[in-house]
């Protein structure tokens, strides 16, 4: 038989396995010529490099690889291939706790930069701000590396140690050394200021952020609040759902995001809520991104309150998780607008009022200081 007819046999086997799969049917039924001929390249170019690499290779780890690099290839820093370790990483992450040193990165000008640290952890603690990027991790140039595989790097046991190597503006590089830990995450705080004002915090959105948002908004209201300042200041974001229960208890009935596919496919989610009850001021800054930007911008496009602070983050796009086994896929799958139909993706949000400073610090900010100011001027 001659090579030609082996590496042929060899193909048909591997597309006739696929294929038994129902997916794998109907996928192929939807391909045209350009992709069938695609398909056939993929399957010889695993073919070749199974039976012909001086070594034995595992076909999970190529496999592996090859979903790795379709993944990458589609130049999107939020569609990211999660390997099994990453995989349950992250999915306790969203459920409250998770091992690092306390900071959400991203990628953003072809840099992996800190899109928010969360409070109280080592990152924080250590003065990593958001709009740091970082450039290397323990040496290794952060360049050519992928945003999963920047996260794995970061993380590690708890008490080990990493050095991040950060520029910040125009300042020279600089090295942070720190201590990685549990990272017990509660994402919402909050407190009642003089006269009357609510004051809420929300670090990031998480399974738990929605009834703990609801419970400590009951708390306020039956002390009296009379305003509510909500800070999404370096709030990376989170779970989309949980950003909608909570604008569903700020702005008017209507819409409050709209989720749009690639085929025009429109979901929108609405607010219940029938009167806005009390002036309302939202703080936001450059670390305000994804699910805050979907209460920012509802707040903003509906009226329902003042956004105070600087410019927002701008990622308005949608991910999703699909599992493979282990494994997992979060991918990209849709972009989201604003009740005004705005898209917000590589933009941002600007303010209603900008103010360029503030540092959470009792006295020293001015953000919440111009945001107590416009709440007084409503109910006086």
Same mark, same amino acid.
């Given at each position: 038989?001659?090579?030609?007819?082996?590496?042929?046999?060899?193909?048909?086997?591997?597309?006739?396995?696929?294929?038994?799969?129902?997916?794998?049917?109907?996928?192929?039924?939807?391909?045209?010529?350009?992709?069938?001929?695609?398909?056939?390249?993929?399957?010889?170019?695993?073919?070749?490099?199974?039976?012909?690499?001086?070594?034995?290779?595992?076909?999970?780890?190529?496999?592996?690889?090859?979903?790795?690099?379709?993944?990458?290839?589609?130049?999107?820093?939020?569609?990211?291939?999660? !390997?099994?370790?990453?995989?349950?990483?992250?999915?306790?992450?969203?459920?409250?706790?998770?091992?690092?040193?306390?900071?959400?990165?991203?990628?953003?000008?072809?840099?992996?930069?800190?899109?928010?640290?969360?409070?109280?952890?080592?990152?924080?603690?250590?003065?990593?701000?958001?709009? !740091?990027?970082?450039?290397?991790?323990?040496?290794?140039?952060?360049?050519?590396?992928?945003?999963?595989?920047?996260?794995?790097?970061?993380?590690?046991?708890?008490?080990?140690?990493?050095?991040?190597?950060?520029?910040?503006?125009?300042?020279?590089?600089?090295?942070?050394?720190?201590?990685?830990?549990?990272?017990?995450?509660?994402?919402?705080?909050?407190?009642?200021?003089?006269?009357?004002?609510?004051?809420?915090?929300?670090?990031?959105?998480?399974?738990?952020?929605?009834?703990?948002?609801?419970?400590?908004?009951?708390?306020?209201?039956?002390?009296?609040?009379?305003?509510?300042?909500?800070?999404?200041?370096?709030?990376?974001?989170?779970?989309?759902?949980?950003?909608?229960?909570?604008? !569903?208890?700020?702005?008017?009935?209507?819409?409050?995001?709209?989720?749009?596919?690639?085929?025009?496919?429109?979901?929108?989610?609405?607010?219940?809520?029938?009167?806005?009850?009390?002036?309302?001021?939202?703080?936001?800054?450059?670390?305000?991104?994804?699910?805050?930007?979907?209460?920012?911008?509802?707040?903003?496009?509906?009226?329902?309150?003042? @956004?105070?602070?600087?410019?927002?983050?701008?990622?308005?796009?949608?991910?999703? @998780?699909?599992?493979?086994?282990? !494994?997992?896929?979060?991918?990209?799958?849709?972009?989201?607008?604003?009740?005004?139909?705005?898209?917000?993706?590589?933009?941002?949000?600007?303010?209603?009022?900008?103010?360029?400073?503030?540092?959470?610090?009792?006295?020293?900010?001015?953000? @919440?200081?111009?945001?107590?100011?416009?709440?007084?001027?409503?109910?006086?």
């Amino acid at each position: 038989m001659s090579k030609r007819k082996v590496i042929v046999g060899a193909l048909l086997l591997v597309v006739l396995t696929f294929t038994a799969t129902v997916g794998g049917f109907l996928y192929l039924l939807r391909l045209n010529s350009s992709d069938i001929a695609s398909t056939f390249k993929f399957f010889r170019a695993l073919h070749i490099v199974k039976s012909r690499y001086v070594e034995e290779v595992p076909m999970d780890t190529l496999m592996i690889g090859a979903v790795r690099g379709m993944v990458a290839s589609l130049g999107d820093p939020h569609s990211v291939y999660m !390997d099994a370790k990453l995989f349950k990483e992250f999915m306790i992450e969203t459920e409250g706790s998770f091992g690092g040193v306390g900071i959400v990165v991203g990628v953003k000008d072809k840099m992996l930069t800190v899109v928010s640290p969360i409070e109280g952890t080592p990152g924080d603690k250590a003065g990593i701000k958001s709009g !740091d990027r970082i450039t290397k991790i323990d040496g290794h140039d952060t360049k050519d590396m992928t945003l999963d595989e920047a996260v794995n790097k970061i993380r590690g046991p708890e008490g080990s140690q990493v050095t991040l190597t950060i520029v910040r503006g125009a300042d020279p590089a600089k090295d942070y050394t720190v201590t990685r830990s549990n990272i017990q995450i509660k994402t919402v705080s909050g407190k009642m200021l003089p006269d009357n004002i609510g004051y809420i915090r929300i670090s990031m959105f998480n399974e738990n952020t929605a009834s703990d948002f609801i419970h400590k908004l009951q708390e306020l209201e039956k002390a009296g609040m009379k305003g509510l300042v909500l800070d999404l200041r370096d709030n990376p974001g989170g779970l989309l759902d949980e950003s909608v229960k909570v604008a !569903d208890k700020l702005v008017p009935k209507g819409p409050v995001v709209s989720v749009v596919t690639r085929t025009g496919e429109r979901e929108t989610h609405n607010s219940t809520l029938e009167i806005v009850k009390y002036p309302l001021v939202v703080l936001v800054n450059g670390g305000s991104a994804s699910a805050s930007e979907i209460v920012a911008g509802a707040v903003q496009d509906t009226g329902a309150g003042t @956004l105070v602070g600087t410019k927002t983050y701008g990622k308005g796009s949608v991910q999703t @998780l699909m599992r493979l086994g282990d !494994d997992a896929i979060k991918l990209t799958i849709a972009k989201y607008l604003t009740p005004a139909g705005r898209s917000i993706n590589g933009v941002g949000i600007e303010p209603d009022v900008k103010v360029e400073y503030g540092s959470r610090e009792p006295g020293l900010d001015a953000q @919440l200081d111009k945001a107590v100011e416009i709440i007084k001027s409503k109910i006086e």
